[in-house]
């Protein structure tokens, strides 16, 4: 199983909602990310987990909050978001996070904010 | 840190080679790589180079590495409508040591019929 998959796929959410965004791998990868990506734009690095550890946080605004359960698991959690963070988030996965390594990404979510 | 530099746009006809350029600032990285991005996908890693090769072939795929000009390329032979996607060069930020794949903007390939 060489996937990463992403629930949901689509997602559109008012300025009040509290959401989640998940990720799951059986790769047996240690190191797990979340990317934002604009339309036309590269994507951006917003958090690594490192063997269940946050090890980046790449000063993202709080009403993104990140969750590792366990080394398969990575939750995004959603609050009181603006438009403006309307983009398409990437989970990825890697051996152990040591960033010279090869990045396996999942669909995404497309986000939207009402 | 790292800075990757790609053109934005390459128009190929169906059948004829497209290259997709690339330069980056960091001579200490280490691996180099190309993803391939389709409309409404997440980013597939398409192929990598190691720093101590000047050339890699898998089948439709060449990348070339020059290390002294810090130029990156990547060539398909026999461009088909599939290869309509956005590709993106990386290489790890070495110099800083913080972790980080650092993208270029992503070269969008177009085919003509």
């Known amino acids: 199983d060489t996937e990463v998959t992403q629930t949901p796929k689509h997602l559109v959410m008012g300025m009040t909602n509290k959401k989640s965004l998940k990720c799951e791998q059986h790769m047996g990868h240690r190191a797990m990310y979340w990317y934002k990506q604009k339309a036309k734009k590269p994507p951006e690095l917003m958090f690594v987990y490192s063997y269940e550890k946050l090890s980046i946080n790449e000063s993202v605004p709080s009403r993104f909050s990140p969750e590792c359960p366990n080394s398969s698991l990575l939750n995004l959690h959603l609050h009181a978001l603006q438009p403006e963070d309307s983009a398409l988030y990437l989970c990825a996965s890697s051996q152990d996070g040591g960033g010279r390594e090869k990045l396996f990404f999942g669909s995404g979510t497309q986000l939207s904010v009402l | 840190g790292e800075d990757v530099e790609q053109s934005l746009f390459l128009s190929v006809r169906e059948g004829d080679s497209s290259v997709i350029n690339c330069t980056y600032t960091d001579s200490s990285s280490t691996y180099l790589y190309w993803y391939k991005q389709e409309p409404g996908a997440g980013l597939q890693l398409l192929t990598y180079?190691?720093?101590?090769?000047d050339m890699k072939q898998d089948q439709r795929l060449t990348v070339l590495l020059n290390k002294k000009d810090k130029h990156l390329s990547l060539r398909i032979a026999d461009t088909q409508t599939g290869d309509s996607a956005i590709y993106f060069c990386?290489?790890?930020?070495?110099?800083?040591?913080?972790?980080?794949?650092?993208f270029g903007k992503g070269t969008r390939l177009h085919i003509l019929p």
């Open positions: 990386a290489a790890p930020n070495d110099m800083n040591r913080d972790d980080k794949i650092i």
């Open positions: 180079i190691f720093s101590n090769m």
